[in-house]
């Protein structure tokens, strides 16, 4: 099983500020098949990244992936009041699918 | 617009069978070539994968569930369910329906997500 761990477990900016999330696997994610979600309170998972760097539908595009093979890293160019919520990093390389433990992005 | 409704009893006592089922609208389980999925979420935690279901019947399984898992599918009712057998608290979490965002590919990102629906393991 491919072991996914985000860092850092709380990241607290304000508004404006640029978001780094770090999601390291145990093992190399084949063909750089790695998903981000955002998650608001409440809220379903909402797919933002796939293919490491690719954007979904309608994701606006202060939000950016990348990486390769064990370390990921999801991008966030300035945060929107909107922005502020858990994100979650997946593989779907390899079954069984994991996902991160999350990271949670707060106000300052 | 594909959307993804869960329905199931909200508490199940420890040893039970947890059942829940997925009613899709907006989209055919039988006529595309879509793979669905049952992922839950602990409180406070990360999702996890549970299976995942082609309209065939071809289920796949995370191995820590698969003992206790099963999922089948009713294209007559366009709706996929679980069965989750022998709960224990641990077993308590919101309950996803979800769909691949590919077709042909049982494993995916996961594109269409129900609301989920919480499930508290207890007497």
């Known amino acids: 099983e491919i072991v996914l761990t985000q860092s850092p477990a709380t990241l607290s900016l304000s508004p404006g500020e640029r978001a780094t999330l770090s999601c390291r696997a145990s093992?190399?994610?084949?063909?750089?098949?790695l998903a981000w979600y955002q998650q608001k309170p409440g809220q379903t998972p909402r797919l933002l990244i796939f293919g490491a760097s690719s954007r979904a539908t309608g994701i606006p595009d202060r939000f950016s992936g990348s990486g390769s093979e064990t370390d990921f890293t999801l991008t966030i160019g300035r945060l929107e009041p909107e922005d502020f919520a858990v994100y979650y990093c997946?593989?779907?390389?390899?079954?069984?699918?994991?996902f991160g433990g999350g990271t949670k992005v707060e106000i300052k | 617009q594909l959307q993804l409704q869960e329905s199931g009893p909200g508490r199940v006592e420890p040893s039970e069978t947890l059942s829940l089922i997925c009613t899709v609208s907006?989209?055919?389980?039988?006529?595309?070539?879509?793979?669905w999925a049952w992922i839950r979420q602990p409180p406070g935690k990360g999702p996890e994968w549970i299976g995942t279901i082609y309209y065939s019947g071809l289920a796949y399984y995370n191995p820590s569930l698969e003992s206790r898992a099963t999922i089948s599918v009713d294209t007559s009712e366009n709706q996929f369910s679980l069965k989750l057998i022998s709960v224990t608290a641990a077993d308590t979490a919101f309950y996803y329906c979800?769909?691949?965002?590919?077709?042909?590919?049982?494993?995916?990102?996961?594109?269409?997500w129900g609301q989920g629906t919480p499930v508290t393991v207890s007497s």
């Open positions: 979800t769909r691949g965002m590919w077709e042909l590919r049982p494993f995916s990102p996961f594109e269409y």
């Open positions: 997946q593989q779907y390389g390899r079954s069984p699918l994991t």
């Open positions: 907006g989209g055919s389980i039988s006529s595309s070539n879509y793979y």
């Open positions: 093992q190399s994610v084949s063909n750089r098949y």
